[in-house]
């Protein structure tokens, strides 16, 4: 095996950890927000916080890392692909440090200090944040696969387009509702 293989394999494992993982607990979350209380609701993104740090976020960087290695050593050089999925890994990298990681933290910390029913809208906010997050990861694996050059406008719009949908959907209000 040589070295170009071995880091496409530690690349794809460490995306599929980051991506598949973290895309599975917003899933997660999502299903529970119709049956479960307040307060499972609540511990299940608590649960979501801890492994932002301890696993999601280490995924991120040994993806990030081992991708940049790959691009040297596989000799792909400085493609679409490589320089767009290189700026969407450091925007979702950067966007879970400072976005969503604090807002799960400020959905615990308002639940604490006001009850787990006054953290609902705020968990509600956090997950539409992980939609846009998701559109820009799942964009990033599209582009891995498909490796467009920079004459493929309808791919690039089409990407585009689906961030951008999903921006507007995780940025409209959210409904009051009465517990």
């Keep these: ?11 794809v494992c460490a ?4 991506v598949g993982g973290g895309f599975v607990m ?16 609540l511990a299940h993104i608590r649960t979501v916080a801890f492994l932002g740090t301890r696993l999601f976020m280490p995924a991120s960087i040994v993806t990030l890392a081992s991708g ?3 691009l040297f050593a596989a000799g792909w050089g400085w493609q679409p692909f490589t320089i767009l999925g290189l700026a969407g890994i450091v925007f979702t990298a950067a966007f879970g440090a400072l976005v969503l990681g604090p807002s799960c933290e400020k959905v615990a910390s308002t639940a604490e200090a006001w009850g ?3 953290a609902l809208p705020m968990l ?5 944040l992980a939609g846009l997050d998701y559109a820009v990861q799942f964009a990033i694996i599209f582009l891995m ?3 467009p050059s920079w004459s493929d406008f309808a791919v690039f719009g089409g990407m585009a387009s689906v961030i951008v949908l999903a921006a507007l959907a995780a940025l409209r ?3 009051q509702t009465t517990a």
């Design 1 to 11: 095996m040589d070295l170009s293989t071995l880091l496409k394999f530690v690349h």
């Design 15 to 18: 995306a599929l950890i980051w």
């Design 26 to 41: 917003v899933l997660g979350g999502i299903a529970r927000a119709k049956s479960a209380s307040a307060e499972d609701q």
């Design 68 to 70: 940049v290695a790959l």
């Design 116 to 118: 787990a029913v006054s």
């Design 124 to 128: 509600r906010r956090v997950y539409r």
């Design 145 to 147: 696969v498909v490796k």
């Design 173 to 175: 209000p959210i409904p």
